[in-house]
């Protein structure tokens, strides 16, 4: 395998809403730059980066994946991302490891959720980006619909630098507004193409769209602005060389057209790739120095080794695949090296080339490339790797919180016994998801981004680790609290034949502001209880708190302050006073008027305007407020706030309300009171599935 310099090298992220056609684009790039010899697509399950099984099931990528071309003498990484919702995580890591983002958008949905949710992601990282009308073939496929879009949701800095040749079933090649050349392609996918001049039809929209691309670059830049004023036009040299600064310092997005599907304008958008988006050399990769200040890293292959690892894979033969980004100096095979975020020493075995799943030996990684490493033992997504004298680490990836539970059962012993090493994998691999086990209920919960997100896990733990479960109903985390203030008296007596038990305490119970938790008063004076056996009285409550009175759930948002009581000087211990804070709690708990608290969302839907208004009506039906609307062009984002025990089905209702064009974000909010109607059916479903527990004092 050939070594490439860092300028020869373009780090690229694919990234786009799911179903833009992102994973056929990467396949046309492998095909036409000759890395397979047979053109991969998404229907026939034969792509080189959806190789997961759920991934061609589901005909939708789930995990980022890694592939190279070479191609006019310089070596592209391609990241093809997930687009959907669920799965966003893994897109901002990608985005994180790369110099550059190639934006995917489809010629007949415009610019969608997941499209400005990953827009926004490489924009908080001043990311070069451009931008891929795809899809061109399809039926209402339009670019000037696709333009409008995109400066509707994206901005007016993306300009056309490839015009389409024919729309929809007459799409044929693309036009380059800078070399004012027309590239047209064979109808065989082969990607076979010929180089001419421009048509004559499309003479005058190419040399306008050329204009409002010149314009563009001469506002980039002050010396091009005076040129451009005082000559009415700019060289091509200028415009080539004005082009590229634009686009490094993200001051312009160039827009190119392609069908993936059907192999058109592949070879344009590689050209495009390496004249305008920065190599490693462009773009010094940032981080933070020792005192956790602000600084870049130069790639350089003389300076002390550096790697961020953005991502690790859960193979069930090979063990963990570590996938790094060198930053600096030169990683070999066979060495030793040190993970900086663990202070741990990690012994490099064979690095490793991916192509998808296709692994090949190299003996080294250089300055500003992407490799791969097996077997790592201490090392997971978000270290640093390298040389201490580098003096230099990245801050780790803030992945998303997960959204929505599930209880999981194994189906037999000898999947519980392989469930918790599973999970640990798969956590290492993705980690928006978590696993924990409720204090409460004792149920196995697996927690992620939604249910899809959720099933798919379930899937992979089947399909990877042989590991069958079945999914409950999700769990939704209620809490219970207080409405009213009270004291209360707790006082445990046992008289046995040896020495007896005594515990005597007198407490007030009262309301606390919402997300205020606990809070416990010492107000004990002239020594009615012994200063010793007052956190005995809280161990007993916050022990019965969090069992809960009405439903099981844990009590929160109140304060407790005990401030009398008596004791026996033989038979008083801390067990005693435990037991009498026990009592004294559930004392009060018969006049303070518990009730229950429920999780309340914060929502925002993506839709197509037309559907708005019966969307909000769906969402006021599930006791949602809303917070407001934003027109985003054509579309639709609604705010509002929604109790998480009704956006359980939400995902089902959106796809089937908006035909699959509508998508949703929710995270938590706040803690809300359970309408008084609901209470008696959420406290039997509690009890019925817990059964009736027998009081504590007995157990």
Known sequence: MRVYDAATLR????????????????????????AVNRFGKVDEGNTVTDYDDEEILRKHTLSAALAHIEWRKHKINLIDTPGMSNFLGDARAALRAADSAVVVVDAVSGVQVSTEKVWEAAADGVLPRLVVVNRL???????????????????????????????????????????????????????????????????????????????????????????????????????????????????????????????????????????????PVDRPFPGLNPKGEPTTLAADNTAPAIAWVWKSIADPFAGRITLFRVIAGVFKSDSTTRNLTRDADERLGHLLLLEGKTQTDIAEVHAGDLGAVAKLKDT????????????????????????????IVPKSRGDEDKLGQSMHRLIEEDPSI????????????????????????????????????????????????????????????????????????????EPLPRGADFEFINDIFGGAIPRGFVPAIEKGIQDT??????????????????????????????????????????????????????????????????????????????????????????????????????????????????????????????YAEVPAHLLPKIIAASKAERGEAKPEDEE
Not at 11 to 34: E, P
Not at 381 to 407: C, H, M, N, R, W
Not at 575 to 580: E, L
Request: charged share 25%; hydrophobic share 40%; net charge negative.
């Open 545 to 670: 708190r969090m069992r809960g009175y009405l439903a099981g759930y844990p009590m929160v948002d109140f304060r407790v302050t005990v401030y009398d009581g008596s004791y026996h000087d033989v038979d008083s211990n801390e067990m005693s006073f435990r037991m009498a804070g026990r009592l004294a709690f559930r004392d009060a708990m018969t006049r303070c008027k518990p009730t229950l608290l429920e999780p309340v969302m914060q929502v925002e839907v993506y839709t197509p305007s037309e559907y708005a208004g019966d969307l909000m009506g769906d969402l006021n039906s599930r006791r949602g407020r809303i917070a407001g609307m934003d027109a985003k062009g054509s579309s639709t984002v609604i705010k509002a706030e929604v109790p998480m025990a009704e956006m359980l089905t939400y995902e089902q209702q959106l796809t089937s309300h908006t035909g699959g064009r509508g998508a949703y974000h929710m995270e938590f909010s706040h």
């Open 380 to 407: 997971h997504t978000g270290d640093t790797l390298g040389d201490k004298k580098a003096a230099f680490t990245v801050p780790p990836i803030q992945f998303p919180e997960p959204v929505l539970s599930y209880a």
């Open 11 to 34: 780090n690229v992220a694919v990234v786009g809403h799911s179903g833009a056609g992102k994973t056929q684009l990467v396949s046309a790039l492998l095909f036409d730059a000759g």
């Open 137 to 279: 073939d399809r039926e209402r496929a339009s670019i000037a619909r696709a333009l409008e879009s995109i400066h509707d949701h994206l901005g007016r800095a993306c300009v056309l630098i490839h015009l389409p040749i024919g729309e929809e079933k007459d799409f044929k090649g693309v036009i380059d507004l800078v070399r004012m050349r027309a590239y047209t392609f064979a109808t065989d996918d082969s990607g076979k193409t010929s180089e001419g001049e421009i048509p004559a039809d499309l003479a005058g929209a190419a040399a306008e769209a050329r204009e409002t691309m010149l314009e563009a670059v001469a506002e980039a830049d002050e010396a091009l602005m005076e040129k451009f004023f005082a000559n009415g036009t700019l060289t091509q040299e200028e415009l080539s060389d004005g082009l590229t600064r634009a686009v490094r310092a993200a001051k312009i997005f160039p827009i190119c057209c392609a069908s993936g599907l059907h192999n058109i304008g592949a070879q344009p958008l590689a050209d495009a790739i390496i004249d305008y988006l920065p190599s």
């Open 434 to 509: 978590a696993w924990t086990r409720d204090a409460q209920t004792h149920d196995l919960l697996l927690s992620g981004q939604g249910q899809l997100h959720i099933e798919v896990t379930v899937a992979k733990l089947k399909r990877r680790f042989g590991v069958d479960v079945t999914l409950k109903p999700p769990t939704i985390p209620y809490r219970e609290t207080i409405t009213a203030k009270t004291e209360a008296h707790g006082r445990h007596k046992k008289q046995t034949g040896g020495h007896g038990q005594f515990g005597d305490c007198k407490i007030r119970v």
